[in-house]
């Protein structure tokens, strides 16, 4: 297998937004995210977006993607659907509590405080919360502690 192209992991996810300029400007000041490219069309509408977290690499785009040619790709956020969840995304920081802290003040909502979990001395341990951002997409953030 051929390595993916330099600066990009193997697996980079598209994560939707109905607003997806107002979601990366929040998961920039609230998850620490930095914008890589952004890309806007008429009106400001995102048309491309890669933002970056260590090595890790999302894509943010629009719900509207019918004039990408893309309207067979059912694109929703879950606060479109109920609040229904169809992926959650893991990252791994180095401090979760501080992390914890500042998405917290900065308006995450948090469904799981940062807790401990010790799967035995053959396997590992982390530290990590669970968060949702305004639109309805879950975050795992763990620190590795051990293995």
């Not at 997806?20 to 995210?33: E, S, V, Y």
């Not at 490219?37 to 509207?64: N, P, Q, W």
């Not at 229904?84 to 003040?105: G, M, N, Q, R």
């Amino acid at each position: 297998m051929k390595p993916p192209p330099k600066g990009w992991p193997q697996i980079p996810a598209s994560i939707f937004y109905d607003d997806p300029a107002a979601a990366i400007d929040w998961l920039c000041r609230a998850f620490g995210f930095e914008v890589r490219l952004k890309i806007e069309g008429e009106g400001g509408r995102i048309v491309h977006s890669e933002l970056e977290y260590g090595a890790g690499v999302i894509m943010v785009s629009g719900t509207d993607r019918a004039s990408d040619g893309l309207q067979d790709l059912p694109c929703r956020s879950p606060k479109s659907i109920d609040g229904s969840v169809t992926i959650a995304l893991a990252v791994f920081v180095d401090d979760v509590d501080a992390h914890y802290a500042h998405a917290k003040e900065h308006g995450a909502r948090i469904h799981n405080e940062p807790k401990t979990d010790d799967y035995g001395e053959d396997y590992w341990a982390d530290r990590s919360y669970r968060a949702e951002d305004p639109e309805g997409h879950h975050w795992w953030f763990m620190q590795r502690l051990r293995g």
